[in-house]
């Protein structure tokens, strides 16, 4: 069965940074877009970060741009968020997502799969 598992999330201090991983595995990893959404106390869940599965095209919500970096190995069937430059606000639980269809999602279509999501608190 399809599997995505997080790991890297964390207790860090404003302005430091943190590395998310999820392996994924349960199907072909490289036809589809895979990457992150979070959800902190409160309110919705958003999408952070999307890769697409075969151009690279990718995705960053406003709120993250500049500061995250989403990159994927194929080889590994692996995605990661580089998040540097960590502000209190991106307190969340992080979930890795992985969708057939990378144009769907970042218009705003729910992820056909969710792993079970890592805590990343920032606070001093």
């Known amino acids: 069965q399809v599997q995505l598992v997080e790991s890297g999330g964390g207790l860090v201090q404003p302005g430091g940074s943190l590395r998310l991983s999820c392996a994924a595995s349960?199907?072909?990893?490289?036809?589809?877009?895979i990457g992150w959404f979070r959800q902190a106390p409160g309110k919705e869940r958003e999408g952070v970060s999307l890769?697409?599965?075969?151009?690279?095209?990718?995705y960053y919500a406003d709120s993250v741009k500049g500061r995250f970096t989403i990159s994927r190995d194929n080889a590994k069937n692996t995605v990661y968020l580089q998040m540097n430059s960590l502000k209190p606000e991106d307190t969340a639980v992080y979930y890795c997502?992985?969708?057939?269809?990378?144009?769907?999602?970042?218009?705003?279509?729910?992820?056909?799969?969710w792993g079970q999501g890592t805590q990343v608190t920032v606070s001093s």
């Open positions: 997502v992985a969708d057939f269809s990378f144009r769907a999602v970042v218009r705003g279509a729910v992820p056909g799969y």
């Open positions: 349960g199907f072909t990893f490289d036809y589809y877009a």
């Open positions: 890769i697409s599965s075969s151009d690279g095209n990718t």
